[in-house]
Every structure is written in C-alpha cells, then in structure tokens.
T-cell receptor, first 116, second 109 residues
Framework: EAGVAQSPRYKIIEKRQSVAFWCNPI?????LYWYQQILGQGPKLLIQ????????DSQLPKDRFSAERLKGVDSTLKIQPAKLEDSAVYLC??????????????FGAGTRLSVL | GQNIDQPTEMTATEGAIVQINCTYQ??????LFWYQQHAGEAPTFLSY????GLEEKGRFSSFLSRSKGYSYLLLKELQMKDSASYLC??????????FGTGTRLQVFP
C-alpha cells in the first residue's frame, strides 16, 4: 500500500515570497491533516479536512496561510507571503476518519521549508 | 490549556530497558498515541491506548492511566536503531492530535 506522498521534500525561499506544498493521502482516507513541526518541537495541527470540508483550522494563520482539498483527495498548502518564523517541516497526514475506533494518522515524509 | 508533557532527552545503553513518561490533561482526550520519529523522517505509529493498562507489542509496550492522565512507553532490549524522538499525542474528539514536544532518545553501545 502506498503511503502519504508529499512534494517537494525541501524548499528554500526568501521572506515575502510565496510557496506551495502538495500532499496525496493514502487511497480511501477521508481525513487529511497538515501539521507544522518547528525544530525541537512536536507537530502542531494547522488544518484538518474531512473529505473536502474543513473540520479544524483554528491554528492556521489565515492572513498568510491557505489550504484546499479539491475533490476530497489531494491537498495543497500555500504560504503567501512567507516570514522567517515559517521555517519548519510541514507534515501531511491522513486517516480513515472517525468512523473507525482506532483512527491512526499516517504521515508523509514532510517538506522542509527554510525562509531566508 | 492542552498540555502534554514529556522529558526532552534521555540516554540509555544498548540492550537495556528505558521508560519514557508522558502526562497530559485528562479532560477532552480519548486515549493516547505514541509515535517514533527518526531525524529528518516522518513520525511512524507505534501504539494507541484507549483503555487503562499495558499493551505489549514485541520489544515495545505502552501503558495508560486515564484517571491520572499518565502514559509511558517501555522499550526493551534497546538497539542502536531505537535512537529517535518519541512523541506522545492525545486525540481530541475531532481526531485532532495534540503532540508533546517529543523525547529524544540516544542509545549508546
């Protein structure tokens, strides 16, 4: 079974530039999550989708971050404009959803973003 | 708040046993997950406890006490490849995971 795919693996940009990340979840997984992981910290949820609807975006800095999951499969996360403090690893995860008792989230390898 | 607390770093010797503790607020969480994360890689699922008690899976075991908001991950017969960060995470009813900062474990020969 293919895992969660993310691209690119690495991205270096200058502050005030824009960047986009792509995620393809495990086939059949209804729920998709974007996490931000700053060095030395645990992942922090940015946004959670159930199919193509947003479940939780309470910690998404909406003035600069946006995400979409058109057609309920692939998702993109965009930052515009980037700030120095956005330097982090952006992890995408997917899961079957709440209908299962053991709703395990499976993570992609992440995109490491450096903002200079 | 939604505090998940775990030690920042631990060291141990190859072949030994190590216990990584995690404490969390008891309200609003439904069980506890443990993930392993090697440097530069994605977190990978280790265990999920929803009921109190110990669950054993090979060299790794996980324990949960919901009333105390306490969990631990027990690693036996440590190997060099076990050097990694271990993240405990508590799920909210919406399935959102609240992660601790992770415990970086270094295993020495």
């Amino acid at each position: 079974e293919a895992g969660v795919a993310q691209s690119p693996r690495y991205k270096i940009i200058e502050k005030r530039q824009s960047v986009a990340f792509w995620c393809n979840p495990i086939s059949g997984h209804a729920t998709l999550y974007w996490y931000q992981q700053i060095l030395g910290q645990g992942p922090k949820l940015l946004i959670q989708f159930q199919n193509n609807g947003v479940v939780d975006d309470s910690q998404l800095p909406k003035d600069r971050f946006s995400a979409e999951r058109l057609k309920g499969v692939d998702s993109t996360l965009k930052i515009q404009p980037a700030k120095l403090e956005d330097s982090a690893v952006y992890l995408c995860a997917s899961s079957l959803g709440s209908r299962v008792a053991k709703n395990i989230q499976y993570f992609g390898a992440g995109t490491r973003l450096s903002v200079l | 708040g939604q505090n998940i607390d775990q030690p920042t770093e631990m060291t141990a010797t190859e072949g030994a046993i190590v216990q990584i503790n995690c404490t969390y607020q008891t309200s609003g969480f439904n069980g506890l997950f443990w993930y392993q994360q090697h440097a530069g890689e994605a977190p990978t699922f280790l265990s999920y406890n929803v009921l109190d008690g110990l669950e054993e899976k090979g060299r790794f075991s996980s324990f949960l006490s919901r009333s105390k908001g306490y969990s631990y991950l027990l690693l036996k017969e440590l190997q060099m490849k076990d050097s990694a960060s271990y993240l405990c995470a508590a799920p909210r009813p919406t399935d959102k995971l609240i992660f601790g900062t992770g415990t970086r474990l270094q295993v020495f020969p």
